[in-house]
């Protein structure tokens, strides 16, 4: 049975290898923990993050104290409202970034915009973001290699006992 155990063998060792470049979307919750609100920087909140094509983008906020208006480049820096009825109002609006380039997002109540710095300009790219070099910093990263270990771990068991 040794064609088993080699099948075996390929099969988690190519699961263990593609398991880095399968990437998911990310959620990004505008703000983070603050949210969508008055006063925050929204750009400085945007600068170090990359957003591809796929990801979320979610607004958290009371509702009726905020809303959300995807607007052109010329509306965001003017701060021009839109009509009411174009408004996402749910205070856990999620929109998912379809398509690559620019996107610009701003709150329509009173002077939220234009006085209040709430609006958000993003660059959406293609495809995927890369997949991420083993961290052992971040949770995240000792999770990933902690659940290939694991698997090539599997594996190997599994060849053991087909063999
Ligand atoms: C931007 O949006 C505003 C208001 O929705 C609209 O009047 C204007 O024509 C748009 N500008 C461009 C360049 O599309
Ligand atoms: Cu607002």
């Known amino acids: 049975m040794a064609s088993a155990k080699l099948v075996v063998l390929v099969s988690i060792i ?3 290898v593609a ?3 399968v990437t998911m979307a990310t959620e990004f919750w505008v703000g983070d923990a603050t949210g969508w609100t008055k006063d925050f920087d929204y750009q400085a909140w945007a600068k170090d993050k990359m957003f591809y094509v796929g990801d979320k983008l979610v607004f958290k906020y009371q ?6 208006f995807k607007v ?5 820096k003017d ?3 839109p009509p009411a009825n174009g408004a996402l109002t749910s205070g856990n609006d999620v ?6 380039g620019n996107k610009w997002y701003i709150c329509g109540m009173a002077t939220h915009c234009a006085e209040h710095m709430q609006k958000l300009a993003i660059t959406v790219m293609e495809g995927s973001a890369p997949a991420p070099a083993p961290d052992t910093n971040s949770a995240h990263g000792m999770f990933t290699s902690g659940y290939q270990i694991f698997l090539a771990a599997a594996g190997i068991f599994v060849a053991m006992i087909v063999a």
């Open 79 to 81: 701060c021009t409202i």
């Open 63 to 68: 509702v009726g104290n905020h809303n959300v």
């Open 72 to 76: 052109n480049g010329t509306a965001f």
């Open 14 to 16: 190519i699961a263990v």
């Open 95 to 100: 929109i998912t970034l379809m398509t690559p």
């Open 19 to 21: 398991l880095p470049t």
